[in-house]
């Protein structure tokens, strides 16, 4: 157990449909990263929070929205979804808000699949 | 901004061999580097990392891995594998300057052979 928790494990939704994801970090953690997980992407940053300001963000669909929360957790929130949309969703937390340098610990996920 | 090359998708090794996994980045200057593993239906757990100092550094589980600047390089090595460690591999790169992320390569996946 990484002390990461991610929920749920496992979606599976129309498209269409909206869908959120939550990810409480590692305890002592102040940084939230969201990653997504594809077959012919790869690991693709979307975006990272540090005490709950946005930090830095990458190639976030504009369709794609995340916040942290003031007790750390984070949700992402993923709309009028596609197929295309289907793909692991990581999530992972540090301590700094060095978006470089920090060593990140991961979730176990949580797969999405639209159908 | 970064980019991490990892010219080999799949690999396989016999148990009992070494192995190298290669990784090669594009950066304007001396990036943070990270090897993280993936075993299936788990996250990724870093290996180990390279911020500055000696260019081998050691990492968990037996891995080591030596940062070449004049390559542009961050090969992964094991002198010899464990059927423990068919998992998929991925090479990080983080930037330095303020806006700069941690970009991953595409990862590569390690086959063991008994």
């Known amino acids: 157990d990484s002390g990461v928790t991610q929920t749920p494990k496992h979606l599976i939704t129309a498209t269409g449909q909206r869908v959120t994801l939550r990810c409480s970090p590692r305890s002592g953690d102040l940084s939230v990263y969201w990653y997504q997980q594809s077959l012919d992407q790869g690991l693709q940053f979307l975006i990272q929070?540090?005490?709950?300001?946005?930090?830095a963000k990458g190639n976030i669909l504009e369709r794609f929205s995340a916040q942290q929360f003031p007790d750390l957790h984070s949700e992402l929130n993923l709309s009028s979804l596609e197929l295309g949309d289907s793909a692991l969703y990581f999530c992972a937390s540090s301590v700094g808000w060095d978006s470089g340098a920090n060593v990140l610990t991961f979730g176990a996920g949580s797969r999405l699949t639209v159908l | 901004a970064q980019s991490v090359t990892q010219p080999d998708i799949h690999i396989t090794v016999s148990e009992g061999a070494s192995l190298e996994l290669r990784c090669n980045y594009s950066?304007?200057?001396?990036?943070?580097l990270f090897w993280y593993v993936q075993s299936p239906g788990q996250g990724l757990q870093l290996l180990l990392k390279y911020f500055s100092g000696d260019t081998l550094v050691q990492g968990i589980k037996g891995f080591e891995a030596e940062f070449k600047r004049s390559q542009s390089s961050f090969n992964l090595r094991k002198p010899s594998v464990h059927w423990s460690d068919a998992a998929e591999y991925f090479c990080?790169?983080?930037?330095?300057?303020?806006?700069?992320?941690?970009?991953f390569g595409k990862g590569t996946r390690l086959h063991i052979l008994p």
């Open positions: 950066y304007g200057a001396t990036p943070y």
């Open positions: 929070y540090y005490n709950g300001e946005e930090r």
């Open positions: 990080a790169v983080g930037g330095r300057g303020r806006d700069d992320k941690i970009i």
